[in-house]
């Protein structure tokens, strides 16, 4: 059977009709920029204080797309009579973002929070070369990383809030015992029963 004719231009008008009335969902990226919430793979930030260059992330990464360098110092012996020490010093900490698949396992393993997810997204390149980036534009993007979301108020204290909790009562009662000493010995001695 052969199709009305003018059917096609009804049902097309009908189509643009519904859509009209549709809100819109197109993004006018990059007139305007995407509201996108505050947890975003965008692109991980390096806390390089807290890396002890464990190499965890780097042998845990499946695409083994991060690169870390370093050297061993020695730190000499805190006390007298002690033992020097030796600690890695970080020299070169990079992730290839060409071969990075946003699986977030470098985050979650390192054990001394030194990596975070950044929502920053708009670090595309035409050469694919330029994806690796070194520790100082990871630095950078570290302070475009959100705050944590606020703690349940029913929360029980994280043990590390805990322990530096203790540790701060403990030296603040030091100090109040040390300052009720100095003031007993430098107060005037009260004259004794009798005495003129
Ligand atoms: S997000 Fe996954 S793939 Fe990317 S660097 Fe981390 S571990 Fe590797
Ligand atoms: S796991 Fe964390 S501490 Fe260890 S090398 Fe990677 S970033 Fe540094």
Redesign the pocket.
């Given at each position: 059977m052969s199709p009305v004719p003018g059917s096609g231009l009804a049902k097309g008008l009908a189509v643009t009709l519904r859509t009209m009335t549709r809100k819109t969902v197109t993004e006018q990226y990059p007139d305007t920029q995407p509201d996108l919430p505050p947890r975003t793979r965008g692109v991980i930030g390096?806390f390089e204080e807290?890396?002890?260059?464990?190499?965890?992330?780097?042998r845990e990464c499946p695409d083994w797309c991060i690169y870390?360098d370093s050297h061993k110092e020695t730190v000499p012996a805190a006390a007298p009579g002690g033992r020097e020490r030796s600690r890695n010093v970080l020299d070169r900490f990079a992730i290839d973002f060409s071969l990075c698949m946003y699986c977030g396992i470098?985050i979650e393993?390192?054990?001394?929070d030194?990596?975070f997810w950044s929502p920053e997204f708009e670090y595309a390149e035409t050469d694919i070369r330029d994806l690796t980036h070194e520790r100082d534009k990871l630095r950078e993007w570290m302070w475009t990383v959100p705050a944590p979301p606020a703690l349940d108020p029913g929360a029980e204290e994280p043990k590390e809030l805990a322990a530096a909790r203790k540790t701060a009562d403990k030296l603040a009662a030091q100090q109040q015992a040390e300052q009720a000493a100095q003031a007993e010995q430098t107060a005037p001695a009260e004259p004794k029963e009798g005495e003129s």
């Open positions: 390096l807290n890396c002890t260059v464990c190499m965890l992330c780097a870390i470098c393993v390192c054990p001394f030194a990596l």
